[in-house]
């Protein structure tokens, strides 16, 4: 079945360094969602891409779809505490577009 | 508060017993979602409903779990003769109808089966 990868699976940042993290599916993709989930918390939507390599910003976030539809990323420019989590992508699953495939998750530590 | 709910928050079991839990999603949504989370991994998808009808159910779904929409509004999820590795975090989630709408979380339900 599809496979939603994304590495790394952890990465600890000085707060003001960038982050990245990587999204790759085994199949090619209608749209993909990002999720950012808190410690202890549940996941949130942040964003969706759908065309071959779109890109999005959102303040200091990055997003881009790939031009084959089969992976994206997620920049964050200058990390603050606040960025602290697990941040998911998702794509369809193979068996119809309403349910989601996700990603492992990168978690992300910011130290001050 | 207009945004998912999920009751209880936390539920502590003896294996072998059977648990229930129920989703309240946004009001104007007509399709939702249980997932199943464990630590280190993404939501896994469990099963999902339009309106009532359940139209999809994830391969990994053992028999001993059961999910209902009766009227289309909440939804409970049962888990029959719990096992061990059934210790998770419970999510449900709901959208829109349409391609490609985003999914709102609750808070999910914990559940340690001892």
């Known amino acids: 079945g599809q496979q939603v990868m994304q590495i790394p699976q952890y990465q600890h940042v000085q707060e003001g360094e960038d982050f990245t993290t990587y999204c790759n599916s085994s199949?090619?993709?209608?749209?993909i969602q990002w999720y950012k989930q808190r410690p202890g918390g549940h996941p949130v939507f942040l964003i969706q891409?759908?065309?071959?390599?779109e890109v999005k910003k959102q303040k200091r976030l990055t997003f881009q779809f790939g031009e084959a539809k089969k992976n994206s990323s997620l920049h964050i420019t200058a990390t603050q505490t606040t960025d602290v989590g697990t941040y998911f992508c998702?794509?369809?699953?193979?068996?119809?577009?309403?349910?989601?495939?996700f990603g492992k998750g990168t978690m992300l530590l910011v130290s001050p | 508060d207009t945004g998912v709910s999920q009751n209880p928050r936390h539920k502590i079991t003896k294996r072998g017993q059977n648990v229930t839990f129920r989703c309240d999603p946004i009001?104007?949504?007509?399709?939702l979602y249980w997932y199943r989370q464990t630590l280190g991994q993404g939501p896994e998808f469990l099963t999902y409903?339009?309106?009532?009808?359940?139209?999809?159910k994830s391969r990994l779904l053992s028999d001993r779990f059961s999910a209902e929409r009766p009227k289309g509004s909440f939804s409970t999820l049962e888990i029959q003769r719990t096992e061990q590795g059934d210790s998770a975090m419970y999510l449900c989630?709901?959208?829109?109808?349409?391609?490609?709408?985003?999914?709102?979380f609750g808070p999910g339900t914990r559940l340690t089966v001892l």
């Open positions: 989630a709901s959208s829109l109808s349409g391609s490609y709408n985003e999914q709102f």
């Open positions: 199949t090619t993709l209608s749209n």
């Open positions: 891409l759908v065309k071959s390599g």
């Open positions: 998702a794509g369809p699953a193979n068996s119809g577009y309403s349910t989601l495939t």
């Open positions: 009001s104007e949504h007509n399709r």
């Open positions: 409903f339009q309106n009532e009808a359940q139209l999809e």
